[in-house]
């Protein structure tokens, strides 16, 4: 996986994108508000049970929520990153190279998710 070079090539495209300092923030106090609030209402509900396995109950919860948005998102970007692929015409030049395609689909997977 480190010698990928679909992988390579993503991540530092990634890494060369900017976003305006506003759209950070704006994003960053979203994703802090909201776990914030998700973070609340799981000890409120720890706190007020008084049964011994609410902790494990919720741990359980965060697991299977976890894995099904992994399970539905990762999905629908490996699909956006194969179109961006076509519409710069690269995909064709991705095809013919050496790597397989489960090398080209998790170098893409990966390097969306790193980020």
Same mark, same amino acid.
């Given at each position: 996986?480190? &010698? &990928?070079?679909?992988? %390579?090539? =993503?991540? !530092? #495209?990634?890494? +060369?994108m900017r976003q305006p300092?506003?759209?950070?923030?704006a994003v960053a106090l979203l994703s802090v508000s909201i776990l914030g609030w998700l973070y609340w209402m799981a000890f409120s509900w720890i706190? $007020?049970?008084?049964?011994?396995?609410a902790a494990r109950s919720i741990?359980?919860?965060? #697991?299977? !929520?976890q894995f099904l948005l992994i399970g539905l998102i990762a999905p629908s970007i490996a699909a956006n990153a194969i179109s961006q692929e076509r519409e710069q015409q690269t995909w064709e030049m991705?095809? %013919? $190279? +050496?790597?397989?395609? $489960? =090398? /080209? /689909? #998790?170098?893409?997977?990966?390097?969306?998710?790193?980020?």
């Open positions: 996986m480190i &010698n &990928n070079p679909v992988l %390579h090539k =993503e991540l !530092l #495209m990634r890494a +060369r300092l506003p759209v950070k923030i706190y $007020s049970d008084t049964d011994p396995t741990w359980q919860i965060t #697991m299977c !929520l991705l095809l %013919h $190279s +050496r790597l397989r395609p $489960s =090398e /080209i /689909i #998790m170098g893409k997977l990966v390097a969306r998710l790193a980020i």
